[in-house]
């Protein structure tokens, strides 16, 4: 570009995403993501459990105002979030790019991940009635079950997909009226910021998604015992690892979900039982007339 | 009768000569003992020391007998996974209440304080104000929480509120009597400490920052002003008065901040429930979850915590 030798480019500073606002990790680390090639890509926030413990109380704080919006509501931003994300659409590429991935998968991930949320938003007012039930009982009664979000649920996103496995794993989360705190991939964090910038601008609530960036083997503990968290996702776990989230799940009977080995671009990495596994079922016994 | 004869120093000071407040001053003290990082053991005792001082208090229109029995029982048994927890110092709650829990705490060594005189406003008649406390500690009050009228006071009336005060203390017979100032209704950190100059030589045991039912409520400098004229009150008469910040300490984490604060204005003599408390609702179970936290490693969640 003319004249671009007389200016200094400003750098982005990638801070986390904790009840609306983009603080620095409370502890004040930091890690550096590098280029591949040893040159310093960016300086990522090393967030730590205190950080965690924060976005936990801002997601409980968001999870009564949005699991009470309509579902018809909750599609449109979902849709709203989709056209953010493709009006910004190259910055995601580069960024992708900048991280190691080809230009040509850069794109189709972004691709996906646009397409992925659009699906997710049609489901907003669909999935209940295909998951509910009227349930035949042999007394003066009206039973029937229905679907409610669990609460606040704590993902781990995959490591190797920095924008399209983070986006699979929080669309079905929220759009079930869940309100969540994600651990961003390790390896490319990048777009996850980013993404929260995009989350900010699309009406999402306060607090209904936070992003944390850090250290797997430091955070996943605490992802899995927090005992205000009711479900815990998680992509990447070696047995041991999965073994240990498990564990300390059951402390307060958390919901675990197990995406190991998802191909985050296929189809079928997206369908409305993923909605359900962060659901609970509620059955409601009403008496009939006389 | 003199009303002014009963009170602890016998006389209205002179509020012309009360100190003034550096208010920058105050506020940069203040936040100071924010950045102060309480740790480990001391975190634990200072949790402990927290939940021994709370008034654990209900004052809504909507309170029943049910509600205020449900609170003493949780006054006596502050939560079961955790044996070997102190009690808290008091229940607090509205005067017709206050035979509901006589009642329930018995024997326990669990105060029962009463606001009266009109609480939250104050605007009643002096009759009525007085009536009320004899009620409450008829009913079986240890401790009133009046209010002071604050109309009176910032219409510069200090006879009348002096007045007031010592005829209420006088009718709490051997009841303690807490005198809140509702800080945020009297504006300025000067009038803050007026107050409390005034409220200390009629008789107060305590003073007391606030209703909780007008915002701003406690505060650490408007806390820090009433410790430093109870420093003060001590000095010049020798006489103790306790402390009662309320409204708005809802995290362990900012209780731990207000006993530092104690600690660095008046020293060891106050940090025990008879000279220092907290008015608070919610502040118990934030300082419970933090308990079980360093108990078991684990943060926690309100859902496993009873409400009252």
């Given at each position: 570009?003319?004249?671009?030798?007389?200016?200094?480019?400003?750098?982005?500073?990638?801070?986390?995403?904790?009840?609306?606002?983009?603080?620095?990790?409370?502890?004040?680390?930091?890690?550096?993501?590098?280029?591949?090639?040893?040159?310093?890509?960016?300086?990522?926030?090393?967030?730590?459990?205190?950080?965690?413990?924060?976005?936990?109380?801002?997601?409980?704080?968001?999870?009564?105002?949005?699991?009470?919006?309509?579902?018809?509501?909750?599609?449109?931003?979902?849709?709203?979030?989709?056209?953010?994300?493709?009006?910004?659409?190259?910055?995601?590429?580069?960024?992708?790019?900048?991280?190691?991935?080809?230009?040509?998968?850069?794109?189709?991930?972004?691709?996906?991940?646009?397409?992925?949320?659009?699906?997710?938003?049609?489901?907003?007012d669909?999935?209940?009635?295909?998951?509910?039930?009227?349930?035949?009982?042999?007394?003066?009664?009206?039973?029937?079950?229905?679907?409610?979000?669990?609460?606040?649920?704590?993902?781990?996103?995959?490591?190797?997909?920095?924008?399209?496995?983070?986006?699979?794993?929080?669309?079905?989360?929220?759009?079930?009226?869940?309100?969540?705190?994600?651990?961003?991939?390790?390896?490319?964090?990048?777009?996850?910021?980013?993404?929260?910038?995009?989350?900010?601008?699309?009406?999402?609530?306060?607090?209904?998604?936070?992003?944390?960036?850090?250290?797997?083997?430091?955070?996943?503990?605490?992802?899995?015992?927090?005992?205000?968290?009711?479900?815990?996702?998680?992509?990447?776990?070696?047995?041991?690892?999965?073994?240990?989230?498990?564990?300390?799940?059951?402390?307060?009977?958390?919901?675990?979900?197990?995406?190991?080995?998802?191909?985050w671009?296929?189809?079928?990495a997206?369908?409305?039982?993923?909605?359900?596994?962060?659901?609970?079922?509620?059955?409601?016994?009403?008496?009939?007339?006389? | 009768?003199?009303?002014?004869?009963?009170?602890?120093?016998?006389?209205?000071?002179?509020?012309?000569?009360?100190?003034?407040?550096?208010?920058?001053?105050?506020?940069?003290?203040?936040?100071?003992?924010?950045?102060?990082?309480i740790?480990?053991?001391?975190?634990a005792?200072?949790?402990?020391?927290?939940?021994?001082?709370?008034?654990l208090?209900?004052?809504?229109?909507?309170?029943?007998?049910?509600?205020?029995r449900?609170?003493c029982?949780?006054?006596?048994?502050?939560?079961?996974?955790?044996?070997?927890?102190?009690?808290?110092?008091?229940?607090?709650?509205?005067?017709?209440?206050?035979?509901?829990?006589?009642?329930?705490?018995?024997?326990?060594?669990?105060?029962?304080?009463?606001?009266?005189?009109?609480?939250?406003?104050?605007?009643?008649?002096?009759?009525?104000?007085?009536?009320?406390?004899?009620?409450a500690?008829?009913?079986?009050?240890?401790?009133?929480?009046?209010?002071?009228?604050?109309?009176?006071?910032?219409?510069?009336?200090?006879?009348?509120?002096?007045?007031?005060?010592?005829?209420?203390?006088?009718?709490?017979?051997?009841?303690?009597?807490?005198?809140?100032?509702e800080?945020?209704?009297?504006?300025?950190?000067?009038?803050?400490?007026?107050?409390?100059?005034?409220?200390?030589?009629?008789?107060?045991?305590?003073?007391?920052?606030?209703?909780?039912?007008?915002?701003?409520?406690?505060?650490?400098?408007?806390?820090?002003?009433?410790?430093?004229?109870?420093?003060?009150?001590?000095y010049?008469?020798?006489?103790?008065?306790?402390?009662?910040?309320?409204?708005?300490?809802?995290?362990?984490?900012?209780?731990?901040?207000?006993?530092?604060?104690?600690?660095?204005?008046?020293?060891?003599a106050?940090?025990?429930?008879?000279?220092?408390?907290?008015?608070?609702?919610?502040?118990?179970?934030?300082?419970?979850?933090?308990?079980?936290?360093?108990?078991?490693?684990?943060?926690?969640?309100?859902?496993?915590?009873?409400?009252?």
């Open positions: 570009m003319a004249g671009s030798k007389s200016r200094m480019p400003v750098a982005k500073t990638y801070k986390i995403y904790i009840g609306g606002k983009f603080p620095r990790t409370e502890s004040g680390r930091y890690f550096t993501i590098d280029g591949g090639d040893g040159s310093v890509i960016a300086n990522i926030c090393r967030g730590s459990r205190k950080d965690f413990r924060n976005a936990v109380v801002a997601a409980r704080k968001a999870f009564p105002g949005w699991s009470g919006t309509s579902a018809y509501l909750r599609g449109q931003i979902l849709y709203r979030i989709a056209e953010m994300l493709e009006g910004r659409a190259e910055q995601f590429v580069a960024e992708l790019v900048l991280q190691g991935v080809s230009k040509r998968r850069a794109r189709k991930e972004v691709d996906v991940s646009i397409d992925r949320l659009i699906y997710y938003a049609g489901w907003s669909k999935y209940q009635q295909i998951f509910s039930a009227v349930n035949p009982v042999s007394s003066p009664h009206f039973n029937f079950s229905m679907l409610e979000p669990t609460g606040v649920v704590s993902v781990l996103a995959p490591d190797d997909s920095g924008l399209l496995g983070f986006v699979s794993n929080i669309a079905p989360v929220i759009v079930g009226g869940n309100t969540t705190v994600v651990l961003a991939s390790e390896q490319r964090p990048l777009c996850a910021v980013s993404f929260a910038e995009v989350l900010h601008a699309s009406d999402v609530p306060a607090g209904v998604v936070n992003v944390l960036t850090g250290y797997r083997e430091e955070l996943t503990g605490q992802f899995a015992s927090h005992m205000d968290v009711n479900a815990v996702v998680y992509c990447d776990a070696e047995a041991d690892d999965a073994a240990d989230i498990q564990v300390r799940a059951a402390d307060n009977l958390k919901r675990v979900v197990d995406r190991v080995g998802t191909d671009s296929s189809e079928n997206q369908n409305p039982y993923r909605i359900k596994d962060t659901q609970e079922i509620k059955t409601t016994w009403h008496p009939i007339g006389s | 009768m003199s009303l002014a004869a009963v009170a602890a120093s016998g006389r209205i000071p002179d509020m012309g000569q009360v100190t003034l407040v550096d208010e920058v001053g105050v506020k940069e003290r203040a936040a100071r003992f924010q950045t102060r990082s740790k480990k053991e001391s975190k005792e200072a949790l402990r020391m927290v939940l021994s001082m709370i008034d208090t209900t004052l809504e229109g909507q309170d029943t007998p049910g509600k205020v449900q609170l029982q949780k006054a006596i048994d502050l939560h079961d996974a955790l044996p070997d927890l102190p009690q808290v110092a008091a229940v607090c709650v509205y005067p017709t209440m206050v035979g509901v829990a006589r009642k329930v705490l018995g024997d326990a060594d669990i105060k029962v304080a009463s606001v009266a005189t009109a609480f939250p406003s104050g605007m009643a008649p002096r009759q009525i104000k007085l009536e009320e406390t004899r009620i500690v008829e009913e079986g009050a240890d401790e009133i929480d009046m209010v002071i009228s604050r109309g009176r006071f910032l219409q510069g009336e200090y006879d009348f509120v002096f007045d007031e005060i010592a005829a209420i203390k006088e009718a709490c017979g051997d009841a303690h009597l807490k005198v809140i100032l800080t945020g209704e009297l504006g300025a950190l000067d009038r803050v400490r007026r107050a409390s100059v005034l409220a200390m030589h009629a008789g107060a045991d305590f003073i007391k920052t606030s209703t909780g039912k007008i915002q701003p409520a406690a505060t650490l400098p408007v806390t820090l002003v009433m410790l430093q004229a109870i420093r003060d009150h001590y010049e008469t020798g006489r103790m008065v306790g402390m009662k910040p309320a409204g708005g300490i809802s995290s362990a984490k900012l209780a731990v901040h207000y006993l530092v604060m104690l600690r660095e204005t008046l020293g060891n106050w940090i025990t429930p008879e000279w220092y408390r907290f008015g608070a609702s919610s502040l118990a179970n934030d300082v419970l979850m933090q308990i079980r936290k360093q108990a078991t490693g684990v943060y926690q969640s309100a859902d496993y915590f009873s409400k009252d």
